[in-house]
Structures are given as C-alpha cells and as structure tokens.
C-alpha cells in the first residue's frame, strides 16, 4: 500500500473530513491484521462477558436490563476495552511519526504501561461530564466535544487528568463545531460499516458465539473513530503551534 501523507503536515485547506475517511481507511487497511489481533484479544472475553451478563438480565425489564447492560459496558470499555484503543494508538502514531511498523505484542505491552494515566483521566472526565450533564444537557454536550482528545494526549504527551483535559479543551477551542462535526461524521461511517459487516450475522442462529463475534466485528468498524482521533489530534496540534510560531514571529517583528 502507498503510505498516507503525514496528516501533521496537511495544510488547513486539505485538512476535511474527505481526508479524514481517506486517511482512516488506508490505516485500518495498512493495519488490518494487527487490530484484528488486538481487537479479538481485548473485546471477545468482553464481549463473552456482556453476553453472559444480558442472559442473567433475562428476566428484568426491557429498561432495567438496558440500564445495567449499559452500565456495565460502560466501565468494562474504560477499565479493559481502552487497552485495544490505546494500543492502536500507539500502533499508528509510531507508523505515522517513524515510518516504523510496530508489532502488536509491543503494541499492547505499550499500553498497559499508559493504561493508569489513561483511566484516571477518563475518570476525571466522566466525574466532571456527570456534574456537567446534571446541570444542563447542553455544557455536557459541550464539553464533551472540548474533551475527545483526552486519549492521543495522554498517549502522545503523556499528559494525565486535568492537564490532558485543559490540553484537548486549548487544541478544540475555536474549532468546535468542525471538531463536532467530524465526531459525528466518523460515528455515522462507522454505524454504516458496522451493520453491513454485521448483515451476514442476521441469518445465523441466535447463539451466544455468534453474538459475541458479531458485536467483535462491529467493535473492529468502530476503531475508525479512535484512528481519526489521532489524525485530529495531530492536525490540531500542528496547527496550534502554528499559530502560537506566528504569534512569537509577529511579537519579535
């Protein structure tokens, strides 16, 4: 495959969502067997377990089942689901920074020495996103948009907690509703992926390893957003420095 151009180096003008898409396809397609590996690794016993625990939830109501279903998922993906994410991080920053292609063993040894800086800033995310959220709907939407950063910072930068949040939140500013449109855009793309990849488990038995493999697949479409995570977070990087450069430049003159 012919390498993507570096996103760091695109000018503003060539920066789109178009190139986004691009850029995310040609990485996954670059990168398909490793984030296969780590995917299958990290969300089939997930996966396992979400199916275990809707089978025990049988006999709740349709809402209190969705309610502890959700729950559940929602602190499984940030204790073990953020390890494939940042794996694959640091997968395709080393491929884009070094030309290098890392193998997945290094890959997830990586990420479980950058798995505590990242859980507890998610933590501290999803603390102030609640107070945020109980307030008004709308500063939580806000300032989840300011915060979607937090992961390629705390990976790239090493920066954790309130310091990666101040970071993402500098690097959205002015940009917010293009950031919140590309987040979406890449959402959409990847329901559309997802429910052609699933289409063929429709007509398969209702048994419990074909949903697991099913929602696994549908987790592999969904790296597309934590890849375009990372093309955003550098754009956005490259481009403040550029600017705090011109600032420096124009005081000097």
């Keep these: 495959m ?22 995310v396809y040609a990485l996954m397609r670059e990168f398909y067997k490793e984030i296969l590996i ?25 809402w209190a089942s969705f309610r502890t ?39 997830i040894k990586q990420a479980l020495s950058f798995w505590s800086r990242v859980f507890t800033t998610q933590i501290t995310q999803g603390i102030l996103l609640v107070g945020l959220f109980l307030l008004l709907v709308i ?11 937090i992961i390629p910072i705390v990976v790239v930068l090493g920066k954790k907690n309130m ?17 919140f449109g590309w987040f979406v855009g890449l959402f959409l793309v990847a329901v559309v992926a997802a429910f052609i990849l699933s289409i063929p488990f429709m007509f398969l038995p209702d048994y419990m390893v074909v949903n697991v493999l099913s929602d696994t697949v549908m987790d592999f479409t969904f790296v597309g957003i934590t890849i375009g995570s990372l093309l955003i977070f550098r754009h956005l990087q490259e481009k ?5 450069q011109t600032q420096v430049d124009n005081a000097v003159k």
């Design 38 to 62: 780590i995917v299958a690794i990290v969300y089939i016993p997930l996966n396992v377990v979400y199916e275990l625990l809707l089978t025990s939830l049988q006999n709740e109501t349709a």
């Design 240 to 244: 403040k420095g550029r600017e705090v």
């Design 2 to 23: 012919e390498t993507p151009s570096n996103p760091v180096v695109v000018g503003e003008s060539n920066f789109t969502f178009g190139s986004i898409v691009r850029h």
């Design 139 to 149: 500063p939580g939407i806000i300032y989840s948009v300011y915060w979607s950063l």
């Design 69 to 107: 279903a959700n729950r559940a998922w929602t602190w499984l993906e940030m204790l073990i689901g953020v390890i494939a994410s940042i794996a694959i991080i640091i997968l395709v920053q080393a491929f884009l920074e070094k030309k290098e292609k890392m193998i997945w063993q290094d890959s």
């Design 163 to 179: 310091e990666a949040l101040d970071h993402s939140k500098k690097l959205v500013s002015g940009d917010w509703w293009k950031i």
